[in-house]
């Protein structure tokens, strides 16, 4: 399990999934759904409305994985 990964690392997951690349994707998910979901907790205030949110924004992030090339910082995006 991954804590922290760098800039770098996370641009190669965009261009790999952006490629069709489920392996970076699934890489993508575990690193992040832990920490969105605990971030969406603290503003909805319920752990399962957390997660479904958390599973929508990821699940856009495969479905729109052609355009991630443009995202420049996938942790800010993810958090805004």
Not at 45 to 71: F, G, M, N, P, Y
Request: net charge neutral; no cysteine.
């Amino acid at each position: 399990h991954m804590s922290y990964v760098t800039q770098q690392h996370q641009n190669l997951w965009l261009q790999q999934i952006a490629e069709g690349n489920e392996n970076a994707f699934k890489e993508l998910f575990a690193f992040f759904y832990p920490k969105l979901v605990s971030f969406a907790t603290t503003i909805v205030h319920s752990k399962e409305a957390a997660a479904e949110i958390t599973d929508d924004v990821l699940l856009k992030i495969w479905l729109h994985r052609s355009r991630l090339t443009q995202i420049k910082n996938i942790t800010v995006y993810l958090y805004t």
